[in-house]
């Protein structure tokens, strides 16, 4: 069986919590073992975007919880381009050897939340791999 080279996204729960926030948790697969995030953030614009990016940065911490790394969440937001709308994630991988800002893209569809977590992974994906390489 081959090695599996990519972080697999599983699921994503949103809800909605008193006190107008919102709290978001993205589960991720690497090689049989699944893996969590979480977070909260107030409503605003963009909140399901916010939160949902900054979950998927929690869960890639957590796949990549033996190598010394860390994301950082930097912004994800909606925007048009080449006529249909995007989620567009910026995030910056830390890890010994330096930083790498990268940045994703997802076609939005109809859930926002899953967009801005495919946006996460999208700019994530190649630097992640070579990190669990």
């Known amino acids: 069986m081959p090695e599996q080279r990519r ?16 709290s978001a948790r993205v589960e991720l697969e ?12 107030v409503w605003q614009e963009n909140a399901e975007f916010i939160c949902a990016a900054k979950a998927t940065c929690r869960a890639l911490e957590a796949v990549l919880q033996l190598v010394p ?8 937001e909606p925007t048009t381009a080449v006529g249909r709308l995007l989620a567009v994630a910026a995030v910056s991988v830390g890890a010994k050897d330096g930083a790498q800002y990268t940045v994703g893209v997802c076609p939005v569809g109809d859930d926002p939340a899953d967009a801005a977590v495919r946006a996460v992974l999208s700019a994530t994906n190649r630097e992640v791999s070579r990190l669990l390489s």
Not at 30 to 41: D, I, K, N, P
Not at 70 to 76: A, D, G, Q
């Open 7 to 22: 972080v697999r996204f599983l699921r994503l729960s949103v809800e909605d919590l008193p006190d107008n926030r919102l």
């Open 30 to 41: 690497w090689l049989g073992a699944t893996y969590q995030g979480t977070e909260e953030v």
């Open 69 to 76: 790394a860390s994301f950082e969440y930097l912004k994800c």
